[in-house]
């Protein structure tokens, strides 16, 4: 199992990031995931770039974007493409059950062995984004998720990030409660009042505790009136790279 530790180190997240950006091709469609991890992958991707690599990204968020522009990656949007190679992004935990290191590479980014044991199931939205990323990796041929040892979890248990259309905040906050969750408001501040993301909603962060089962909870979100896209992404990771001190872990 990952070795747990209380916060990710950069030289971990820029490892599963860099490791991730390895599987980008000449030609492909790139979904372009949000946050401090997978900005490493874009980091790379935009450096590969600059050596002559021709992609084209699809970012899941105005940061991403951002990050893009600046790497000078060309960019392209859902409706522009005929499909997305592939979409890496973070996590704000994935479930990792591996007993054992399955693969540990070193920044070759070479295998050391193989092994199939973790299911890889996510919670994301972290950064209020979870909308755009799901939509993008639901699109994509292959997701890729990075992350590093401290978002490794037996069981999903951090609260579940919930886009709400704003007139529907406090309606979706009772059905919440009803599921058994406690919903909180994202707030940008006591003084600015709530997270507006880049499309325009609220998120409700939504403590339900450990979810051993986190199958009815995804479909009972999904079909709340008001909820946009919830932050639960079940069995949709191909490949988990978790970047260590020493190398990369692969699950997939
Ligand atoms: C944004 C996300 C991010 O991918 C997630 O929060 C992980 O971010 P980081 O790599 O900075 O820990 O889901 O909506």
Redesign the pocket.
């Given at each position: 199992m990952c070795a747990k530790t209380t916060g990710?180190s950069e030289e971990a997240?820029r490892r599963a990031g860099e490791r991730a950006a390895k599987a980008v091709e000449d030609g492909m469609v790139v979904g372009l995931?949000?946050?401090?991890?997978?900005a490493y992958a874009i980091e790379a991707i935009g450096r590969a770039v600059a050596d002559g690599l021709e992609v084209q990204g699809v970012p899941t968020s105005f940061q991403s974007r951002q990050l893009a522009l600046e790497w000078e990656i060309p960019l392209t949007e859902l409706d522009a493409v005929s499909g997305v190679d592939l979409a890496i992004?973070?996590?704000?935990q994935v479930v990792d059950t591996a007993e054992q290191v399955v693969e540990t590479g070193d920044d070759t980014g070479e295998p050391a062995s193989e092994h199939a044991g973790t299911d890889g199931d996510l919670i994301?939205?972290?950064?209020?984004?979870?909308t755009r990323?799901k939509l993008i990796a639901s699109a994509a041929d292959r997701f890729l998720v990075v992350a590093d040892p401290s978002k490794c979890t037996p069981v999903l248990e951090r609260p579940v990030p919930v886009e709400v259309i704003p007139a529907a905040h406090s309606v979706v906050a009772d059905r919440v409660r009803d599921l058994g969750g406690e919903p909180t408001l994202r707030l940008a501040s006591h003084k600015d009042g709530p997270v507006v993301t880049d499309n325009g909603n609220f998120v409700l962060d939504c403590a339900f505790g450990p979810m051993g089962d986190p199958k009815p909870l995804d479909g009972a979100l999904a079909s709340t009136p008001g909820v946009l896209e919830h932050g639960l992404f079940l069995e949709m990771a191909d490949i988990v790279y978790i970047g260590t001190e020493e190398g990369v872990d692969v699950r997939q």
């Amino acid at each position: 199992m990952c070795a747990k530790t209380t916060g990710g180190s950069e030289e971990a997240k820029r490892r599963a990031g860099e490791r991730a950006a390895k599987a980008v091709e000449d030609g492909m469609v790139v979904g372009l995931g949000t946050g401090s991890t997978t900005a490493y992958a874009i980091e790379a991707i935009g450096r590969a770039v600059a050596d002559g690599l021709e992609v084209q990204g699809v970012p899941t968020s105005f940061q991403s974007r951002q990050l893009a522009l600046e790497w000078e990656i060309p960019l392209t949007e859902l409706d522009a493409v005929s499909g997305v190679d592939l979409a890496i992004d973070g996590a704000d935990q994935v479930v990792d059950t591996a007993e054992q290191v399955v693969e540990t590479g070193d920044d070759t980014g070479e295998p050391a062995s193989e092994h199939a044991g973790t299911d890889g199931d996510l919670i994301k939205g972290g950064g209020g984004a979870h909308t755009r990323e799901k939509l993008i990796a639901s699109a994509a041929d292959r997701f890729l998720v990075v992350a590093d040892p401290s978002k490794c979890t037996p069981v999903l248990e951090r609260p579940v990030p919930v886009e709400v259309i704003p007139a529907a905040h406090s309606v979706v906050a009772d059905r919440v409660r009803d599921l058994g969750g406690e919903p909180t408001l994202r707030l940008a501040s006591h003084k600015d009042g709530p997270v507006v993301t880049d499309n325009g909603n609220f998120v409700l962060d939504c403590a339900f505790g450990p979810m051993g089962d986190p199958k009815p909870l995804d479909g009972a979100l999904a079909s709340t009136p008001g909820v946009l896209e919830h932050g639960l992404f079940l069995e949709m990771a191909d490949i988990v790279y978790i970047g260590t001190e020493e190398g990369v872990d692969v699950r997939q």
